[in-house]
């Protein structure tokens, strides 16, 4: 594409504002922009390209993903800080990620490039978003500048990273945009604060600000990114299961995943082992860190739990002696201590928790185990998966609506624009609420039923459709705020 000038007397006084979000570009096995998704973007950016007035592009939270962006396993990846604040990525990390995530979608790097060249009032803004708070990095923002604008002076004048809650956009004022991650309790940036004297808690403060950014010193004297729950729950179970089932994290929200594949994976016989194992330590987890509540969360019952347990067992029982022994030194050179024959870990409760609990986060170790005869998802029930307890109630979709029927209530703000939940909400009327969902794949409950895990598997893309959303609000129209689907694929 070549560089397009616009004359000035041929420009509007303001520009037309685009939003969109959740685009998740990663890198590596686990990355969700595959090559059809990276295309539509693509012509998407040209058809921005092409237009023959200035435009703002917004992109509102998580266009990259580099929690799931190589390397995406390792215990060098999560440290905690010296009062136990969870922590992630250093900066050298995050910018090692974004170097991978270049290399894999470098088109999309030049149009946007394009995008800031061919028109000198075009501005894109980037906001960050519970996947990529990286951008709070500065060596992460200056590699990305270098790599979209190169050194055109133009280009960079007309990038901007927003790392503030909040975004109002200055031509087209009454909009609030915000990812919206910060209203989900499971992947908000707010973080304990305690007294220096008495060691109180003395309540959470928001870090996700210039002034104030997520990111803390290590036990090591290391800078890392705080690492909320979402991210550490991504890090520490699913990113091993996507590894092989690389659809698995495209079920959304998270209340959905774990009240289909979560509870499928629990019961005896109808899920993998590495899916057992996984789903056993994410709910654990869960209810270790998050919920005081356990009725809030996925019911993980002492009979699930021994079910899991039984079917390790079982698994181990079958192993010659020798194969039994490779376990048993595969667990031990990684660091778990095995004082006594593996057998009789399933003797007490203790035990048997402690090394399901190693094993779920350490799921290649069982990689070589024989698996469960059947492996569904769907047993029965009118909605097509298992039902075996009420699930994570937390409604992510609500949440976010709720929050922006506050912010609309204020007669300053007349739109407010979302995304995270991947859940597209296109109602002005009622709520003056857009939320723009993802640029993902997803898996189309509402047509489908939920059958065997076989689905996730590197082809099921076959089985995932897309819709690709974006408001566009251009000062003067009639109808100044609407969400255009740009291409939908149904499968």
Excluded at 98 to 123: D, M, Q, W, Y
Aim: negative net charge; aromatic residues 10%.
């Amino acid at each position: 594409m070549h560089t397009r000038l616009i004359q000035p007397s041929a420009i509007m006084n303001k520009r037309s504002l685009i939003v969109i979000s959740d685009i998740h570009i990663g890198a590596g096995p686990l990355d969700d922009c595959d090559g059809e998704l990276q295309s539509c973007l693509v012509r998407f950016l040209e058809q921005l390209c092409s237009r023959e007035t200035p435009v703002e592009l917004v992109i509102n939270g998580d266009f990259l993903d580099f929690a799931q962006a190589a390397p995406w396993k390792g215990r060098e990846l999560e440290s905690e800080s010296p009062l136990g604040i969870p922590l992630c990525f250093t900066e050298e990390q995050s910018r090692t990620k974004l170097e991978s995530i270049v290399t894999e979608h470098i088109a999309v790097f030049k149009v946007l490039g394009e995008l800031l060249r061919c028109i000198p009032e075009n501005k894109l803004v980037i906001l960050p978003g519970n996947h990529d708070a990286d951008f709070f990095w500065p060596k992460v923002r200056d590699l990305f500048t270098e790599k979209v604008c190169g050194q055109s002076i133009q280009a960079r004048e007309g990038l901007h990273f927003h790392l503030e809650q909040t975004y109002g956009p200055v031509d087209v004022p009454g909009v609030w945009i915000e990812h919206g991650n910060q209203h989900d309790p499971i992947n908000s940036f707010y973080v304990d604060e305690y007294d220096s004297i008495s060691g109180a808690n003395t309540g959470k403060q928001l870090y996700w600000s210039r002034g104030r950014p997520p990111i803390f010193v290590d036990r090591n004297g290391f800078q890392r990114l705080y690492e909320c729950t979402g991210t550490r729950f991504l890090i520490k179970f699913l990113n091993q299961l996507d590894a092989d089932y690389p659809f698995v994290d495209n079920v959304k929200p998270f209340s959905k995943f774990l009240t289909t594949f979560g509870v499928s994976a629990l019961a005896s016989g109808y899920g993998p082992i590495k899916a057992s194992l996984a789903v056993f330590g994410m709910v654990r987890y869960l209810l270790k860190t998050v919920v005081t509540n356990t009725g809030d969360l996925l019911g993980i019952n002492s009979e699930q739990s021994g079910q899991v347990a039984s079917i390790v067992a079982q698994l181990l029982a079958g192993l010659s002696s020798s194969e039994k022994k490779a376990f048993v030194e595969r667990l031990r050179e990684r660091g778990f201590k095995v004082d006594r024959p593996i057998d009789m870990y399933f003797d007490n409760a203790g035990l048997t928790d402690q090394l399901l609990t190693y094993l779920s986060e350490n799921l290649d170790l069982v990689a070589d185990l024989p698996q469960p005869i059947d492996s569904y998802l769907s047993a029965s029930g009118d909605e097509g998966y298992l039902s075996l307890a009420k699930g994570f109630n937390i409604d992510e979709t609500r949440e976010l609506m709720n929050a922006a029927d506050k912010v609309t209530a204020n007669n300053k703000t007349d739109v407010a624009i979302m995304g995270h939940t991947h859940e597209p909400v296109n109602d002005r009327l009622k709520t003056r609420y857009f939320n723009t969902g993802s640029w993902t794949r997803y898996y189309d409950f509402k047509e489908k039923k939920l059958e065997h895990w076989s689905i996730l598997r590197n082809d099921s893309y076959k089985l995932f459709p897309f819709q690709l959303n974006f408001v566009e609000i251009t000062p003067g129209r009639e109808r100044p705020a609407q969400m255009v689907t740009f291409l939908e694929k149904r499968v």
